[in-house]
RNA sequence: GGUGCUAUCGUCUAGCGGUUAGGACAAAAGAUUCUCAAUCUUUAAACCGGGGUUCGAUUCCCCGUAGCACUACCA
């Protein structure tokens, strides 16, 4: 029987999500709905010394923020989960009934090792590894009496269970990424599942435990977890559900920009990009990360972005939309190495977004930084902004770029550009300027058409040179030589407003 | 050190034995224009090295090299 498909998201509250993390959810979601499958999000905070406050709610609101939906789990109406709970620090007690079963099958042990004993024997032998060939020169139930080991354990001595690995086997993992991967269980150390210290599994205990309880069909996680991926599957078959193991699914990583090695946090300091998609203010430093969205970046963007670091369809389709990607996505076009982060390439993607974007809902998200800047937005009709954002739009990737852009049209210049006036204002200006106020003050059809046709002429007869009264011009209404044409400057200003800087323009720099 | 994974322009990638090795970002040049952008056009830019297999390898295999990951009572 086909297994209903199943994938979980299971990042630990260890600090912001990072963005690879983020790519990895957002390969979930598009397996999960392109199978008409669930996503689930479980939260792995076994290791209790990592946690960070809030990094669960940040999750959460970051996962909705991109449109990530969860199905199950974390985050998800309680009666929509039926194999919670879905934080691990709750299920204490399942994962003490499935060491006890590995206990008493033999497929597990308990050690008395201390940590620092484990050091020294580390500092002692060059490649020390806790396994089938040193496991009988520690101190653990296996070389010890029944009655030993429950005395050590009575009189309250911290002890972990470890897994008996057998060595000299080719332990077979099928990665639907890379293909058939073999390794010897003789490298495999007898990892820790449970440390009685915290009452506490580890990672891969719980993982196995939970992925098998709530019917995991596919994980899909980082290239990290691939040499551990023989572990598990040998955990699988200890437990005796080799039949409902999961598929796996190793997704390569996101590098650094520049140089080598996995992206870091600091990398994003560094060469100043977000590698969270919200920003993160930790509680424990005091310091705040900035993020994707308070960068101003749309979700559909780094979605899209982040979609084709590592994954290609055939062919040279670029922009995709969440549902274009769910039909598309496949693991097996998933690339195989790591793919190094290139910001510049985020940007273009949010210029796009910002072009196909609704000019209605972009002066609303422009509106508030016109505030910011001492603009009352309420005097100027809703069209008017929408009409400006239109036409500046085309030369910025970001909402927040475009008050550089377009100030001009909401304030008057209050200081001209010296290189634009070294450049642009001649000798002649003030007197040409003058003539051109005439011409306006007497023209009652203000349209770019009309103006065109007024001033053109003009300068053709006076023999002026369209480039040096027209920069004048500019000069005048936006205090440099940049900006739209001309026209649609003067047909946002008004007739008022434009003579009025014309006349302010030259008292100033005759 | 050990084990594993990976390898096409600077970057993300297409290619799945025979191609002028394609696209995008970034870069450069030109066009356009009253300016700055944007836009359009163009240019430059790659199969890590060596062996095989084959009539023929970027493509398949092996070796080397390089990069990365893992090697915790972290995930």
Redesign the pocket.
């Known amino acids: 029987m086909k297994r209903k498909v199943r994938v979980r998201f299971?990042p630990?509250p260890t600090g912001a999500l990072h963005i690879g993390g983020v790519r990895t959810a957002l390969y979930n979601y598009l397996f999960a709905r392109q199978n008409g499958g669930d996503m689930l999000l479980r939260i792995?905070d076994?290791?209790s010394a990592?946690f960070v406050p809030g990094a669960e709610e940040y999750i959460i609101e970051a996962l909705r923020w991109l449109h990530i939906e969860i199905d199950e789990g974390i985050g998800v109406d309680s009666s929509l989960n039926s194999h919670g709970p879905y934080r691990q620090s709750e299920r204490r007690d399942i994962y003490h009934q499935y060491v006890k079963q590995l206990l008493d099958s033999g497929n597990a042990y308990i050690a008395f090792?201390?940590?620092q004993e484990?050091e020294q024997k580390r500092n002692e032998i060059k490649?020390f590894?806790?396994d089938a060939s040193t496991r009988m020169q520690m101190r653990n139930s296996l070389t010890m009496t029944a009655q030993e080991v429950k005395n050590h354990i009575d009189s309250g001595e911290?002890y972990?269970v470890r897994f008996k690995v057998n060595p000299d086997e080719d332990v077979h993992v099928h990665d639907l990424i890379?293909?058939e991967?073999?390794?010897n269980s003789s490298?495999i150390?007898d990892k820790?599942l449970y440390?009685s210290?915290d009452d506490?599994p580890?990672?891969h205990l719980a993982n196995i435990v939970d992925d098998h309880l709530m019917e995991i069909t596919h994980v899909i996680r980082g290239?990290?977890?691939?040499?551990?991926a023989p572990l598990h599957v040998l955990l699988y078959r200890a437990f005796g559900w080799d039949d409902t193991m999961p598929q796996f699914a190793h997704l390569?990583?996101l590098?650094k920009p520049d140089g080598?090695?996995?992206l870091s946090k600091r990398d994003g300091d560094r060469l100043g990009f977000p590698v969270f998609p919200l920003e993160f203010h930790d509680q424990k430093t005091g310091t705040v990360s900035s993020g994707y969205r308070e960068s101003g970046y749309y979700p559909e963007a780094v979605i899209n972005f982040l979609a084709?670091?590592?994954w290609?369809a055939?062919?040279?389709k670029?922009i995709y939309s969440m549902q274009e990607l769910i039909n598309d996505f496949s693991l097996d076009?998933v690339?195989?190495?790591?793919?190094?982060f290139?910001f510049?390439?985020g940007k273009?993607f949010n210029h796009q977004y910002l072009q196909m974007r609704d000019n209605k809902l972009i002066a609303q998200e422009f509106i508030p930084i016109l505030k910011e800047h001492g603009v009352n937005p309420e005097i100027y009709p809703a069209e008017t902004i929408e009409h400006i954002v239109g036409l500046m739009k085309?030369?910025v990737n970001f909402v927040s770029e475009l008050w550089e852009q377009c100030n001009f049209f909401f304030v008057a210049p209050t200081e001209y550009d010296e290189k634009s006036m070294k450049k642009r204002w001649k000798e002649d200006s003030p007197k040409h300027m003058q003539e051109l106020l005439a011409l306006l003050k007497q023209q009652d059809d203000w349209s770019a058409e009309a103006l065109d046709n007024l001033i053109m002429p003009w300068i053709a007869e006076k023999e002026y040179g369209?480039?040096i009264v027209?920069?004048a011009f500019?000069i005048c209404l936006v205090g440099a030589?940049?900006?739209?044409?001309?026209?649609e400057i003067t047909d946002v200003l008004g007739k008022e407003e434009t003579i009025r800087r014309v006349e302010e323009c030259i008292r100033r720099n005759a």
Do not use: C, F
Request: hydrophobic share 35%; charged share 30%; no cysteine.
């Open positions: 299971a630990s792995e076994t290791d990592r090792d201390t940590p484990l490649n590894q806790y911290q972990v890379r293909g991967v073999v390794i490298i150390d820790v440390k210290a506490l580890t990672y290239e990290e977890w691939l040499p551990s390569p990583l590098l080598n090695g996995k084709l670091l590592g290609h055939t062919g040279d670029e076009r690339s195989k190495a790591g793919a190094k290139d510049e390439k273009w085309e030369r369209v480039g027209m920069n500019r030589a940049r900006g739209p044409h001309i026209w």
